[in-house]
């Protein structure tokens, strides 16, 4: 048996490993939010460097000062989302490509904007090569949303912004939602808002860790 095969059934291990001590014992209990993280190969989405570690309970670096969220946050995330199939999805912050390839698996259409370049054609590449072709990554600023691509079913923010973005809520359909990490005061905290005609309605979730949410597009040419 080859030492690829072998490391395949070892990483397909470590992947169930993961799904049921990290994720269902912890209260997550969509399944398919469970089947699809059992399915993405997390390990592909990491630098080679610390790929090793791509299946325990911690965020992991993947260059340009960003990281991949922990399995349990990716886990968390997608499942408020409460994605039944047929939603578009905004995703603010591509980063590896990893929740961009779990959301392409619950629903018709992923649009994932990343703002540093070299991060963006990695996660399209990865993605290309997993055959995630309802996935669409762009690089650019998408911290006011994607008004042009919209509106949105979903749109959800893997990085923390200093308050509610008035004009990404606004791209939202009627009965959409928007998921997003507020810092308030030094301490981020997971939001979920439900859009119901011209009202917001709010839930608060979890406390969170993540990279702040910026503006501008890095001038960045390498991986």
């Known amino acids: 048996m080859s030492g690829e095969a072998v490391d395949s059934r070892g990483m397909a291990v470590a992947r169930r490993r993961m799904v049921q001590e990290q994720l269902s014992r912890a209260g997550i209990t969509d399944r398919a939010v469970l089947k699809a993280m059992e399915i993405v190969p997390r390990h592909l989405f990491?630098?080679?460097?610390?790929?090793?570690?791509?299946?325990?309970?911690?965020?992991?670096?993947?260059?340009?000062?960003?990281?991949?969220?922990?399995?349990?946050?990716?886990?968390?995330?997608?499942?408020?989302?409460?994605?039944?199939?047929?939603?578009?999805?905004?995703?603010?912050?591509?980063?590896?490509?990893?929740?961009?390839?779990?959301?392409?698996?619950?629903?018709?259409?992923?649009?994932?904007?990343?703002?540093?370049?070299?991060?963006?054609?990695?996660?399209?590449?990865?993605?290309?090569?997993?055959?995630?072709?309802?996935?669409?990554v762009l690089p650019g600023d998408a911290s006011f949303g994607l008004e042009e691509r919209g509106p949105w079913d979903t749109i959800v923010v893997t990085a923390c912004a200093p308050g509610l973005p008035e004009g990404m809520a606004r791209q939202l359909r009627d009965g959409g939602m928007l998921l997003i990490p507020i810092d308030h005061a030094g301490e981020q905290v997971l939001y979920r808002y439900r859009r119901h005609g011209g009202e917001l309605e709010v839930e608060q979730s979890v406390a969170c860790q993540f990279v702040p949410l910026l503006q501008g597009l890095e001038d960045q040419n390498s991986a």
């Open 46 to 136: 990491v630098p080679r460097l610390v790929r090793h570690r791509a299946y325990e309970p911690c965020a992991l670096p993947i260059g340009f000062g960003q990281t991949i969220s922990k399995p349990f946050t990716v886990g968390l995330m997608t499942a408020l989302l409460e994605l039944q199939g047929s939603e578009r999805v905004l995703e603010v912050g591509t980063g590896s490509g990893y929740q961009a390839a779990i959301l392409g698996r619950l629903c018709t259409e992923v649009v994932s904007v990343e703002r540093v370049v070299p991060l963006a054609q990695r996660a399209a590449a990865q993605l290309a090569e997993l055959g995630s072709t309802n996935v669409e």
